[in-house]
């Protein structure tokens, strides 16, 4: 059985090996040898390990033996049949060796960490936890979305000259006010890296009861926060005096959707009852339009190619009882921002692209905030003094991209800016073309900027239930503001609670006492980043493809006789492979870009096809498109 499943997951691998698919499991298998005698019904470390082997001679001789194909696919059907697999079974999951479910101790630790934690809560303790549930915090999610790591809330300062200014507040889930440290339910978290977001559902990196419950930000509790509060200046930069950060208790009020937020905000509402929406709406633009101006990609591109996500739900009438739905996706921070009833009367835009609404550029715009902040944040006021040394820097995971390389490709910067001019595709050839110049994001503890969203520093960490590395930044900023408290409880002679644990404050609490200098005890950034983080996206964009083209397979089959076969209309974003005449298009009712050889020989970018379905697998990642036919003057649906 082990050989079968090792032979049946290699199908739909390219190139006959599927190391690269799992070489993030190759410590794992050197570190542990496999042990054949398994008595443990499911042990994660050896389910990673069978997944590295890659012997199938076993598996061969089975498959001789009962007069099946000796093929990946023939070991695949063998294991369906026998009920070991689904016949949709995602098999770049299985080779991922990401684990699907936690363990009963891990469960069990996960419930234990809910009780032991329940009365102590260090920065309590220390007096750093601030009430907020006086503001009105808003949380806007899709309506799936169970865990909930963000909120907001806008808070109106009235100043002794009358004057008033707006305080934004971002308050993100204090997961490690429930996994500290020195628990073992942060090792879970740590062994994963990151939830993962499938069609069929997500699986998350902590278990249910934590991600779902006491971490995540629920309506009607009180829940605790790490909260950052910050003022604009009218450009809409940040003003870094008026950054404020701390441990917090809020209570979310609403718990809105993002359609929900979008009807407050075009029928009114979200400008007088809800008025906050609407105040947070305008510093939103006001954050865009700072971005733009200061060379983001979104204001070197009037457009952004959408793309798209595969949802699988269960249904009693479909093809093996499953649906799929295919729901696409615009930028993110894309062109003009309007709620669909201000939008129906333009006709320019693609119809199969949803409208980029102003809730999404509220949330987007709110968390870019307060990456930004974080940051100035640690540069300004993140280090503390010592007694004998120079002052200690707050070390964090800044986030930084150089700007596009324009100057040293003038010829293909012409190139662009014609693309542009003529907004060829509706602008996606012009966003398509960009990426050649995009350089690559790099991670280090040196602030600098990230020209590809116009930012002067940026520090990830709005996601601590779903990235560990995001979780490891609120650890590194809590244990820094502890560090300060407890500095300035010795300073004053107060005492020092006990509870208090040099892991808490990252450094020792007998030097702390002494008020010597020291170097404090860093979050390493590189724990947690496991192989599992790399091959989560992998997986996630195979998974999706798969769904898609089981999508397409399924509109192939259904079609009556003598109806003409499926086509889709396509938009050439630009040249692959002239040689070959291989060129990049969008399906726009798939929201999906795909590779097509040219039956016709050379394309011009913008020009529009309808290209039919010629063949799609979907276990082996294929779809073959062939030309309908060419009309250039169509608008682009």
């Known amino acids: 059985m082990q050989y079968l499943l090792i032979m049946g997951m290699q199908l739909g691998v390219s190139g006959g090996s599927n190391s690269k698919h799992l070489s993030h499991l190759e410590p794992i298998a050197k570190n542990n040898p496999r042990n054949t005698d398994w008595i443990d019904p499911w042990c994660s470390n050896h389910v990673q390990q069978l997944k590295y082997e890659r012997d ?101 300062l009235t100043h002794s000259d009358g004057s008033t200014t707006d305080r934004l507040w971002i308050h993100i889930a204090d997961v490690d006010r429930w996994a500290p440290r020195h628990s073992e339910i942060i090792k879970i978290a740590q062994r994963r890296s990151t939830s993962l977001y499938l069609p069929t559902g997500p699986i998350p990196m902590f278990p249910n009861c934590l991600s779902s419950g006491c971490m995540s930000l629920r309506a009607g509790h009180d829940n605790c926060a790490l909260s950052l509060g910050v003022e604009l200046l009218p450009d809409g930069s940040i003003d870094t005096s008026s950054i404020v950060l701390s441990p917090s208790l809020i209570r979310v009020q609403y718990r809105l959707s993002y359609n929900e937020v979008d009807e407050m905000l075009e029928e009114g509402v979200g400008f007088n009852e809800e008025w906050e929406l609407g105040a947070m709406l305008f510093a939103a ?261 798969y769904w898609l083209f089981e999508h397409v397979r399924r509109r192939v089959k259904n079609q009556k006789h003598g109806q003409r076969q499926l086509s889709f209309d396509c938009t050439v974003l630009g040249c692959v492979d002239e040689t070959r005449n291989q060129y990049a298009i969008f399906i726009h009712e798939l929201g999906f870009e795909h590779r097509y050889l040219s039956e016709k020989g050379r394309l011009n970018p913008g020009e529009q096809l309808l290209l039919q379905v010629s063949s799609v697998q979907p276990r082996q990642g294929l779809m073959t498109l062939s030309l309908v036919a060419a009309f250039n003057n169509k608008p682009n649906s």
């Open 56 to 156: 199938t001679t076993g598996g061969m001789e089975l498959l001789a033996h009962l007069l099946r194909k000796r093929t990946p696919q023939g070991a695949f059907d063998l294991l369906v049949d026998l009920g070991v697999w689904e016949k949709h079974e995602d098999l770049s999951l299985l080779r991922s060796g990401f684990p699907t479910r936690f363990t009963e101790e891990e469960e069990s630790m996960a419930t234990d960490s809910i009780q032991n934690n329940t009365n102590e809560d260090i920065d309590t303790l220390l007096g750093l936890r601030q009430d907020l549930r006086h503001l009105k915090v808003y949380t806007i999610d899709s309506e799936s979305t169970s865990e909930i790591d963000d909120g907001i809330s806008l808070e109106r």
């Open 285 to 545: 633009k006001q954050r865009k339009s700072y971005r733009c101006q200061n060379g983001s990609t979104e204001g070197i591109i009037s457009a952004q190619i959408p793309s798209y996500n595969a949802i699988v739900e269960y249904c009693d009438h479909e093809e093996d009882k499953i649906a799929i739905d295919i729901k696409i996706n615009n930028g993110y921070n894309t062109g003009v921002n309007m709620t669909t009833g201000a939008a129906s009367s333009s006709m320019t835009l693609d119809q199969y692209v949803p409208f980029v609404s102003q809730s999404q550029l509220i949330v987007t715009e709110m968390m870019i905030l307060a990456g930004e902040a974080i940051g100035k944040w640690a540069i300004s006021n993140g280090q503390v003094k010592a007694a004998i040394a120079e002052p200690i820097p707050l070390e964090l995971p800044f986030r930084s991209q150089a700007a596009p390389e324009f100057r040293t490709r003038l010829t293909e910067t012409k190139t662009l800016n014609l693309l542009q001019q003529k907004n060829a595709g509706g602008g996606y050839c012009a966003a398509w073309f960009l990426r050649r110049f995009l350089r690559a994001a790099r991670v280090s503890s040196e602030p600098s900027a990230h020209k590809g969203m116009g930012l002067d520093c940026y520090v990830q960490w709005t996601s601590p239930i779903r990235r560990y590395s995001d979780l490891q930044v609120h650890a590194a900023i809590k244990q820094r503001l502890r560090y300060i408290k407890v500095q300035e409880l010795i300073e004053s002679g107060a005492q020092i609670p006990s509870a208090i644990t040099s892991t808490d404050i990252g450094a020792s609490i007998e030097k702390c006492r002494g008020k010597v200098g020291m170097i404090l005890s860093p979050i390493n950034f590189n724990e947690g980043s496991s192989g599992f983080a790399r091959a989560s996206r992998v997986v996630s964009r195979s998974s999706h493809q």
